[in-house]
Every structure is written in structure tokens, then in C-alpha cells.
């Protein structure tokens, strides 16, 4: 499993965000977020700092900024020098709004990095917490396979061998998106939600058996292939077994449990014949009717219950 304790690089939201630097001198290696709220320093630029959230990412928006135009210059040093004294990760300007050269000058010497963009304060803000929350997010690593099928993000599990990256191939074959094959990260963006990408060093790979790595970006084209797929469905492949009994009629979910969070789970028998592509599609289809309130195992319980209600009035 891998941690989140080193956080998120402030470069790296630079380069993703778009942002510009007006203290360049500054070297922004050293700098992490840790957290994955930002913080609008109202009260902080009033005097008060109690309770202070300074290991989050500071905006300043309008209304901070115009607040601190109508200081008169003694009182802004204050404010300046006590606000920049604190360890931050960053403080961003947002509306194309220019920090003055005091702002940047002590800012410099306590080596806080000012950083700005033209994006509105609500808009930006709102992005970058989500963005902070998906890098943030508890991560794991597992084995096997995801594919957006039908839009439904199904994680194929399995023994080594056993088929997942020639279900995935042949998923491929039929229109639907690779996202990663034998290697899934899982981040878990809230209770209810987890996203799986790719390593960087195999995203759009598979390993075949006897033919080896095949290149499917290049091999089928760009819409084959997904960056990242919220996973909705587990199928867990599994050797045929006579005496196991296996769920015929899928009246109750079950259910795997990743991070936390529990995901939709069916155990699918594998013996020569059967075609897993399809059965995978199938899945995820019928797992997407489920979701709009069509249950087709409790349908036909339904009409069970009623040709057994009718056959015993017209025995009467």
C-alpha cells in the first residue's frame, strides 16, 4: 500500500494548474501540501490567527485583496510580516490580481511562494480541491485489470494466468476502453468512490502469454484506452469447481471490500467454452440496470409469485 505522508509537490500544481510564479528564486522543491483544503486568510488579514489553517494552500481572492489595499502602510507591514511568518506551502493570487512589492519582498524572506492565476477564486478553488483530493487520496496497489465497459469501470481479478488480459483484449476488440492491465491503483476519493489508473511505466500495456507486451494505444487507437475509470464492478475469475455451489439467480449483491468501501462482487467459474468478454459485457450492463431500478433476478421472482398466486385461485 502505498502512503500519502509525502503529500503533493507545490510544483506540481504549477505545472497541472496553470499557475505563474512571482517568486522564481524560490526553489518550490521544498514545498508540499498536505492537505487537501485550501484556506481564504480572511480573519488572518484582520490580525486574528487563532486557529489558523497554515498547512493549507492560501487564496486570496477579491475581497482579501481589496481588504488589503485600505491598509494604511504601517499596518500592512504588520499584517505581512506576522501572516508570512508562518510555514505554508503556498499563497495564490487568483483574478489576475498583482501582490504589491512589500507582500512580495517578505514573502521572499520568510521563502513563501506567491503564485497566481486569471481564473475566478470559486472556480479555481473548486478544481483544485478536487484535484488535491484525488492526489491525496489513500492509495493501493492491486492485481488486475480495468476497463470502462459500457461506461461502467468493471475490475477484472484473478489468479496469475487465468485469463484477465485476454478478457480485456478481447473487451477491447469490442469497442470498450482499456484503463490498466496487471497493475491497478486505487485512490479513494470519498465513501463512495474509488478511481483506478495506471503506473506511468505500463499505462496502455498488456502482457500476453506467448506473444508478450502488446502496445494497445498504438494497436487499436486513442479511443481504446481510458487515463482513469471509477471502478463500479468486480468480476473475480475463478478455476471451475463441481462441488462448489454458484449463485444462479443473483437476488442478493455481494460484495468486496476495498479501502473501505465496499463494490458490487461476482465470483465467475471459468471452464473451456465460456466466453468471458461476453459474460464481463453482460455484467456490466445488467450491474447498470441494477443502478437505474431494474432488477431482472426480482422480476421474475415477481412473475413467479404471481403465476403461483393465479394457478392457486384457479384451483379454487
Known sequence: MSGTTNGVGVSKI???MDLYNFLPDIDLKGHRVMSNDVNRPALQLSGFFEHFAQTRVQIIGNVEYTYLQHMDAERKKEIYTEFLSYDMPCIIF????????????????NSVPVLGTKRSTSE??????????????????????LVDVYGEGLLIMGESGIGKSEAALELLRRGHRLVTDDVVEIRKINEHKLIGTSPDITRYFIELRGIGIVDVKNLYGVESVKEKQEIDLVIKLEEWKKDKEYDRLGMEEEYTEILGNKVVCHSLPIRPGRNLAVICETAAVNHRQKKQGYNAAQELYRRWQENMTKSQEDDE
Open 94 to 109: 487568483c483574478r489576475d490580481l498583482q501582490p504589491d512589492e512589500l507582500f512580495l519582498k517578505i514573502a521572499e524572506e
Open 14 to 16: 504549477v505545472q497541472i
Open 124 to 145: 479555481f478553488m473548486s478544481e483544485l480541491i478536487y484535484c488535491l483530493g484525488e492526489w491525496l487520496a489513500p492509495c493501493i496497489s492491486i492485481h488486475g485489470v
